[in-house]
């Protein structure tokens, strides 16, 4: 892979991080955190979501008109959301109930439609899916950690696995604890970033 | 690099997009839907069966009216046919939201187990009404004939779970309700 | 009685923004300004009513009758666009100066959660309010859901501006300053909007 195809892809994980640099995607990201395992999979869902509709959008940009590219990426972004959806309740029933209403809100992720608009439409395919791989993961990781961190304070546990009993600070998993953790992990995240 | 914003350009793409992915929505739909009805069949079974003495062949969802409102049972029966245990499913209005418990009631009129269905309680509190073992095994073998369908704070029989009473008498008139739209049924 | 358990559940107990993390974006991102709060809170009261109403609407009457509900999302966010534009272009006559202020914040009330997220809740979830019945809303609940909801979410706005301004002014470590030090305000004011469940 070319240098800059790597760098595509990698500077979604700290240069341009999603939720720490960026500050896109909050919503789901403070919702659906409240233990390792939820982030993990909304960030996963997100991804399928981001690849996929980066690519297609990328490929149909030449063709659509400028003053309707917004409808047009917007029905593409809630077609797969919508696809998603289905394989969901079929497939991953838990999941499904867990994440609830934040897999459709997945169509007003400002993330998904920002890139589609900042880079799939500027961009030939193969780099639009692996700019949406890696803004993907960088999200990803960001829900992951921010779920462990949540699950650890707030239940004592690490993706089930509990190891203390009863329970921890509660604040963690409810609202608060999510703007709170958040709020320390990017101070966290910006020094590791400044460091690198 | 876009192709031109004429009107005609402009209706054509956004209608052509539209059908496209309604197309491909339909068939997804239509390829995932008894996938979907398969995967709820089986939640609902297993809720049923949690409540229900081991054995028996399930029957199709009865409407019946619990607590004031609409809601389904399900009968258990016995290889002779006859019913061997009731599953009532009863929603009340818990802390956070709607709290939905499914009653599972033997003929003799006594509770045989409960298990929750939904709920929107706090965690570490009214969530506890699912994982506070002592909570839920007092509704094991519950003999409303004998004991009062309520917390004790209220002159009841039922311990209710520290620092929810709230949830704790939801989950008590879910089940409250489950028993009088049993005798109802058993009185038809 | 019921509508007035629906606005004080929507405003203060399920606060839309503190307790349910709808409208996160836009919340941190105008927040730093009461000015710009105080407009974006009525430009969004404005469309999430309205887009409750149409989209409510199109789901009773177009969509279930006609077996097309794997297009709610599709058409819901359809319907959303469309309004936060033809928002877009009422206010841009008559108050250019808001227009300006809110400058990029307007189209993105199309991405807001909270206007998808109330949107699609009234329509799939089922409430109780005040220890009433678990049913869904029919239309005039769900206006005035909606509605409250908006309230909340500007209530909230509001507040938290005006503690941003404040936040300027003090004297907080340096790696704190901006979006992180917000972020741990927010948590606080969320834990004092906990206080209000249980009231209804």
């Known amino acids: ?196 | 690099m876009a192709a031109k914003s004429n009107l005609l350009n402009m209706a054509l793409c956004l209608t052509s997009v539209c059908l496209v992915c309604s197309a491909l929505l339909g068939g997804m739909y239509a390829l995932t839907a008894e996938p979907i009805a398969k995967t709820n069949a089986d939640i609902l079974r297993a809720s049923v069966n949690a409540v229900l003495p081991e054995g028996g062949e399930l029957s199709e969802a009865v409407p019946v009216e619990v607590g004031g409102q609409a809601s389904e049972y399900y009968i258990s029966k016995s290889a002779d046919g006859t019913p061997a245990a009731y599953a009532i499913k009863s929603t009340t209005a818990g802390f956070g939201g709607p709290l939905t418990v499914m009653v599972g009631i033997t003929p003799d009129g006594k509770v045989y187990n409960t298990s929750v269905l939904s709920h929107a309680e706090t965690p570490g509190l009214g969530a506890k009404c699912t994982e506070d073992e002592h909570f839920m095994t007092q509704f094991k073998g519950f003999d409303p004939s004998q004991k009062i369908l309520t917390v004790k704070k209220d002159g009841g029989d039922v311990d209710a779970i520290t620092a929810s009473t709230i949830t704790s008498r939801a989950y008590s008139l879910a089940v409250k309700n489950a028993v009088d739209a049993f005798k109802t049924i058993k009185g038809e | 009685m019921e509508y007035f358990l629906i606005i004080i559940s929507a405003i203060f107990v399920n606060n839309v923004m503190l307790a349910q993390f709808l409208g996160t974006c836009p919340f941190l991102g105008v927040s730093n300004k009461l000015s710009t709060a105080t407009g974006m809170s009525g430009a969004v009261v404005f469309v999430i009513t309205l887009a409750t109403l149409v989209t409510y609407l199109i789901n009773k009457y177009l969509l279930v009758p006609f077996g097309l509900t794997f297009l709610q999302t599709i058409a819901f966010i359809l319907v959303i666009a469309t309004l936060v534009q033809m928002v877009e272009i009422v206010l841009k006559k008559i108050s250019p100066s808001l227009y300006q202020a809110l400058g990029i914040f307007l189209p993105l009330i199309t991405t807001n959660c909270a206007v998808l997220g109330v949107a699609l809740s009234v329509v799939t979830k089922e409430f109780t309010f005040g220890g009433g019945a678990a049913h869904m809303l029919n239309l005039g609940e769900s206006v005035v859901y909606a509605f409250a909801t908006a309230i909340g979410y500007g209530m909230a706005l509001i507040i938290f501006a005006g503690l941003r301004e404040h936040l300027e002014l003090n004297d907080v470590p340096k790696q704190f300053k901006g979006v992180p030090i917000a972020l741990i305000t927010c948590g606080i004011l969320a834990m004092a909007f906990m206080g209000f469940s249980g009231l209804v």
């Open chain 1, 1 to 196: 892979m070319s240098k800059r195809k790597l760098d595509i892809f990698t500077k979604g994980f700290f240069k341009e991080n999603p939720t720490f640099v960026l500050l896109l995607g909050m919503c789901p990201t403070l919702a659906t955190t409240t233990s390792a395992i939820n982030g993990l999979s909304m960030g996963l869902a997100t991804l399928f979501v981001l690849v996929l509709s980066n690519i297609v959008i990328s490929a149909i940009a030449p063709v659509v008109p400028d003053k309707v590219h917004i409808p047009v990426y917007i029905v593409v972004i809630a077609t797969f959301v919508t696809i998603l959806q289905f394989a969901m309740q079929a497939y991953t029933p838990d999941m499904y109930k867990t994440l609830g209403l934040f897999i459709p809100l997945i169509v007003v992720n400002c993330i998904v439609l920002g890139r589609a608009e900042a880079f799939a439409s500027k961009n030939g395919i193969v780099d639009s899916a692996l700019d949406g791989l890696g803004i993907g993961f960088g999200f990803t990781m960001a829900l992951t950690v921010l779920g462990m961190v949540r699950e650890i304070l707030g239940s004592g546990s690490v993706f089930g696995w509990k190891f203390i009993s009863g329970d921890g600070l509660l604040v963690f998993i409810m609202a608060p604890g999510a703007f709170i953790a958040l709020g320390y992990l990017m101070v966290l995240f910006n020094k590791i970033a400044k460091k690198n």
